[in-house]
């Protein structure tokens, strides 16, 4: 049936770089045999799972949506592969993002954008836009993508689906190719809260390949879906519900308020004092730290190499010049330039002791709310092209989001309600490794 409707829609929504038809039907059918011989299977055997191009499949083609990786066939699995495998799970293929997760409409591919479901003239969010789009689409059940400012939360708010961005460590990031390594964090989307639950508790858990993996008792998340939240502590941040944010999203979130209040959660304006700063610190440490992860890609050992190279430096410069697309040569750029001697002390390190602000806000906050509340983007999806051209009208976009990522915290976008014909996010925030908390509050604001 997934296929079916990939065969149908795709060409318009265009979701997918890569399709993995033959396999994953071979991985399907012996599923069913063993269903069929009467053998206990995991909850999600069977079950289609589409994964975001920058998570590295064995033999499966994984380029980032970038001309420096067209070709590349990675010779292991990333973690959450295995562990998808592990479930029974059925890989369809592999989605379309901005080019190595920069960028937050999908327009940033090197292959071609994505179109968003509710409206195809406009774009479905990024830079996990074709994961999102896959699950709104209705081309595959469940996703994953990768979250370093937004990339999970603000397109699932403009497809309208559940996207979550679990506690940094949470899941393995052994095999995501690195954009920003401390902010980095993959995470689920699903068409509910339920099913975000149970591809949670699939991909979690301590890992020994990554050095960043937290080893802590993981629960079962499906558990916490009991729709009880009587006497919750929910915080709202004036600075995410500002004069930035379009009328219409704004008007979503404050009827969220209201059922949710409805519910028996105890609701108040909070603040979050250095809210403002997370975008310029953020827009240092992430390309800071992509600079430096995006050295391996030289043309030497794997990856695109220019054929017009005299010798080996240029051969380095030609392939980068003509491996790289736009926005990521801007933030090599801009990482290197913050990075360099003299002005390490003047942009990173004044951006490593923001960043240590914005988390003692997000501490504070907790010591007296059980979750905080806002909108995932400041609006519903755009169209394509009004952005592309403008930078910081793009960066703009990932304003209530890129703090969460700073801090290292959880979060969910789960659908709130319609700005038009436009679906809006609900940003639901937590303590660190909070999962359940958030997920019983979504759950319960679902039904
Ligand atoms: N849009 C942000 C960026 O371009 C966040 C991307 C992400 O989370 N991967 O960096």
Not at 147 to 168: E, H, L
Not at 219 to 229: H, T, V
Not at 265 to 285: G, K, R
């Amino acid at each position: 049936a997934v296929f079916n409707r990939i065969e149908q829609v795709d060409e318009r929504i265009r979701a997918f770089i890569t399709v993995t038809r033959e396999q994953a039907l071979q991985q399907a059918k012996k599923v069913d045999q063993a269903r069929l011989a009467g053998d206990k299977l995991p909850p999600l055997a069977g079950i289609p799972v589409a994964v975001k191009d920058n998570m590295c499949t064995r033999g499966i083609r994984t380029t980032c949506a970038s001309k420096i990786l067209y070709q590349f066939v990675p010779p292991y699995n990333a973690t959450v592969i295995d562990r998808l495998n592990k479930e029974q799970m059925v890989l369809v293929g592999k989605t379309n993002l901005d080019e190595f997760a920069m960028g937050s409409s999908c327009e940033n591919s090197a292959f071609f954008p994505t179109s968003n479901p509710w409206d195809e003239t406009r774009v479905p969010g990024g830079s996990s836009g074709g994961s999102a789009a896959a699950v709104a689409s209705g081309e595959t059940v469940l996703a994953l993508g990768s979250d370093t400012g937004g990339s999970i939360r603000q397109p699932a708010s403009f497809c309208g689906v559940v996207g979550m961005k679990p506690t940094y460590g949470a899941v393995s990031r052994y095999g995501l190719v690195a954009y920003a390594s401390s902010l980095d964090q993959i995470g689920p989307f699903a068409r509910d809260v339920t099913d975000c639950a149970l591809l949670l508790n699939a991909i979690c858990g301590h890992d020994p390949l990554d050095s960043t993996s937290a080893p802590y008792d993981q629960p079962d998340y499906k558990m916490s879906l009991n729709g009880e939240i009587k006497g919750m502590k929910i915080g709202v941040p004036r600075e995410m519900m500002g004069d930035g944010i379009d009328a219409g999203v704004r008007e979503v979130i404050e009827k969220a308020i209201d059922v949710l209040t409805g519910l028996g959660a105890f609701i108040e304006e909070t603040t979050l004092p250095h809210t403002e700063y997370a975008l310029p610190a953020y827009y240092l440490i992430a390309p800071a730290e992509a600079s430096s992860n995006l050295a391996r890609y030289d043309g030497v050992a794997y990856g695109y190499r220019s054929e017009k190279a005299q010798d080996m430096v240029d051969m380095y410069m030609k392939s980068r010049s003509e491996g790289f697309g736009p926005e990521v040569k801007r933030r090599i750029m801009l990482g290197t330039y913050a990075l360099s001697a003299g002005y390490y002390d003047a942009y990173y390190n004044q951006a490593l002791k923001v960043r240590t602000l914005v988390k003692n806000d997000f501490d504070r906050a907790f010591n007296k709310y059980d979750l905080l509340l806002g909108p995932v983007a400041p609006c519903t999806a755009f169209k394509r092209g009004e952005k592309i051209d403008d930078p910081m009208q793009m960066y703009l976009v990932d304003i209530c989001t890129l703090s969460v990522n700073l801090a290292g915290i959880p979060a969910i976008s789960v659908p709130a309600g319609m700005s038009g014909n436009l679906p809006v996010g609900l940003h639901l925030m937590g303590k660190p490794f909070g999962e359940e908390d958030i997920l019983r509050a979504a759950y319960a604001f679902e039904q």
